[in-house]
């Protein structure tokens, strides 16, 4: 359940400690979609502000700190400038918000931007590869742990459906929001198995008992299901060299 409570006392102190330099206060992820699970998810929140020099950080340092001592990750700063130029390295996450988002104060300084395409796949390419480096670096730590394999698996498996879901976007398929969706609309189209990433969802929304669960092999199956998607949109989306 979304704490509401937390989220307009939130808005609240950031009003009191910025006052007309607050321009908007936007939630997004997964309690903007619907698919929010006390215990596995944030509530995530962008303040756009008109400026954000040294005085301006402390005027909200206190209702930051608030936040996170009620034990939310601790919102997001941008400028109104910075928001308007960000869409080319932040393609991923600003079609992410604009695909959910809910204005808690302001305006909503979102729905009009311009996201480049062109741009969002490299990003796609970069992050998908860069996810299965850092997967497989975490589970070298502790490759006979099963407790931590189960939580690095627990831990990751948002990121990657949400990739799963801007390949599809770039592979020119119907993305579906739902993660469960995603992973299933995708697997056909690059051929491998949905099946361990069913089992991590179920884990991490409480509908699968974590002591019922094969880790090692739903690991293996996990891992090679992320590689293979890796390197298929890696083939898919290649660009031929030019010659120069």
Same mark, same amino acid.
């Given at each position: 359940?979304?704490?509401?409570?937390?989220?307009?006392?939130?808005?609240?102190?950031?009003?009191?400690?910025?006052?007309?330099?607050?321009?908007?206060?936007?939630?997004?992820?997964?309690?903007?979609?619907?698919?929010?699970?006390?215990?596995?998810?944030?509530?995530?929140?962008? #303040?756009?502000?008109?400026?954000?020099?040294?005085?301006?950080?402390?005027?909200?340092?206190?209702?930051?700190?608030?936040?996170?001592?009620?034990?939310?990750?601790?919102?997001?700063?941008?400028?109104?400038?910075?928001?308007?130029?960000?869409? @080319?390295?932040?393609?991923?996450?600003?079609?992410?918000?604009?695909?959910?988002?809910?204005?808690?104060?302001?305006?909503?300084?979102?729905?009009?931007?311009?996201?480049?395409?062109?741009?969002?796949?490299?990003?796609?390419?970069?992050?998908?590869?860069?996810?299965?480096?850092?997967?497989?670096?975490?589970?070298?730590?502790?490759?006979? @742990?099963?407790?931590?394999?189960?939580?690095?698996?627990?831990?990751?498996?948002?990121?990657? #459906?949400?990739?799963?879901?801007? #390949?599809?976007?770039?592979?020119?398929?119907?993305?579906?929001?739902?993660?469960?969706?995603?992973?299933?609309?995708?697997?056909? #189209?690059?051929?491998?198995?949905?099946?361990?990433?069913?089992?991590?969802?179920?884990?991490?929304?409480?509908?699968?008992?974590?002591?019922?669960?094969?880790?090692?092999?739903?690991?293996?199956?996990?891992?090679?299901?992320?590689?293979?998607?890796?390197?298929?949109?890696?083939?898919?989306?290649?660009?031929?060299?030019?010659?120069?």
């Amino acid at each position: 359940m979304i704490a509401e409570r937390d989220l307009t006392d939130l808005v609240g102190k950031l009003r009191d400690g910025a006052g007309t330099n607050l321009l908007s206060v936007v939630l997004y992820g997964s309690a903007a979609r619907g698919d929010f699970h006390a215990g596995h998810s944030d509530l995530n929140v962008l #303040a756009v502000m008109q400026k954000l020099e040294r005085n301006d950080l402390s005027d909200v340092h206190a209702a930051a700190a608030w936040w996170v001592k009620k034990g939310h990750p601790s919102p997001l700063f941008l400028t109104v400038h910075e928001l308007n130029h960000a869409a @080319d390295v932040f393609a991923i996450e600003l079609l992410d918000i604009q695909a959910a988002h809910r204005v808690l104060h302001g305006e909503d300084l979102i729905a009009p931007l311009k996201v480049p395409l062109h741009l969002h796949r490299l990003q796609v390419e970069r992050e998908l590869r860069n996810n299965t480096l850092r997967l497989r670096q975490h589970y070298l730590r502790h490759p006979a @742990d099963s407790r931590r394999t189960l939580e690095l698996m627990t831990s990751s498996i948002s990121t990657f #459906a949400a990739l799963f879901r801007h #390949a599809l976007m770039v592979l020119g398929e119907e993305a579906p929001p739902d993660k469960r969706a995603a992973v299933d609309r995708l697997a056909p #189209a690059l051929g491998f198995d949905p099946a361990p990433f069913h089992t991590i969802l179920a884990v991490r929304e409480g509908q699968t008992r974590e002591r019922d669960v094969d880790v090692q092999a739903t690991f293996n199956a996990y891992l090679a299901g992320i590689s293979e998607v890796t390197e298929e949109v890696d083939r898919r989306l290649a660009t031929p060299p030019t010659n120069r």
